[in-house]
Nanobody
């Protein structure tokens, strides 16, 4: 069982920046990703990284959010800039995928963290 721990959430004003950190208890995995869920909405993929396929970024955050994986892959940092009120959500880290899968679909990730709240106010 892989345990994931997220940190770095908080409250920030519009246009601000935050950096989220996810650390896995395993020595290394084949994928990690960041997802978010706002109240009343479905969980959506934000940025995912696959050692085999590279990085996938949601259109809503392109140009504003980037990830920095380490090698071996057991930590994934999410740098968020130019934050908007619509970025407000609980952010979850996920890891460990079937090696033939890739993309922003939450269903392909096997292990999940508890989440960290990000709130952007105007």
């Amino acid at each position: 069982q892989v345990r994931l721990v997220e940190s770095g959430g908080g409250s920030v004003q519009v246009g601000g920046s935050l950096r989220l950190t996810c650390t896995a208890s395993s020595g290394g995995t084949n994928c990690m990703g960041w997802f978010r869920q706002a109240p009343g909405k479905e969980r959506e993929g934000v940025v995912t990284y696959f050692t085999r396929y590279g990085t996938y970024v949601a259109d809503s955050v392109k140009g504003r959010f980037t990830v920095s994986p380490n090698n071996p892959l057991n930590s994934l940092y999410l740098q968020m800039t130019n934050l908007k009120p619509e970025d407000t959500a609980m952010y979850y880290c996920a890891a460990d995928c079937d090696p033939n899968n890739s993309g922003l679909n939450a269903a392909i990730f096997k292990h999940w963290g508890q989440g960290t709240q990000v709130t952007v106010s105007s």
